[in-house]
């Protein structure tokens, strides 16, 4: 069974940093893309981040473009955002996600990956609260 396990998250102060791990276990594959998302009160979960295979085409909402990195160590079957600059709009939950690809699969545009619907497998989140 595949599990997404995000870490990292916590009460901030403005300006601070966080960085978030989300490890996968259960199951690897060859190729995915993966993705952060973040959800806040009232809001409908939305893109942060994403990357292609093999560190490809990387994206970032406008929002995160800026002040946060997207990462990933395939060997530890684990992808990472480091988010820097925090604000207090930036207090959510944010969500890990993977979408295994074939290893020929073209990459991904930013709409695509910009979409929830197009991703497979969900952490259960991790709050990120940020004061002012």
């Known amino acids: 069974q595949v599990q997404l396990a995000e870490s990292g998250g916590g009460l901030v102060q403005a300006g601070d940093s966080l960085r978030l791990s989300c490890a996968i276990t259960g199951r690897t594959w060859a190729s995915t893309a993966m993705g952060w998302f973040r959800q806040g009160p009232a809001n409908e979960r939305e893109s942060v981040a994403a990357?292609?295979?093999?560190?490809?085409?990387?994206y970032y909402a406008d929002h995160a473009r800026g002040r946060f990195t997207i990462s990933r160590d395939d060997a530890k079957n684990t992808h990472y955002l480091q988010m820097d600059s925090l604000t207090p709009e930036d207090t959510a939950v944010y969500y890990c996600?993977?979408?295994?690809?074939?290893?020929?699969?073209?990459?991904?545009?930013?709409?695509?990956?910009?979409?929830?619907?197009?991703?497979?497998?969900w952490g259960q989140g991790t709050q990120v609260t940020v004061s002012s």
């Open positions: 996600t993977v979408r295994p690809t074939g290893l020929n699969t073209n990459a991904y545009g930013r709409t695509f990956l910009s979409n929830v619907k197009n991703w497979n497998f």
């Open positions: 990357m292609n295979r093999g560190g490809r085409n990387t």
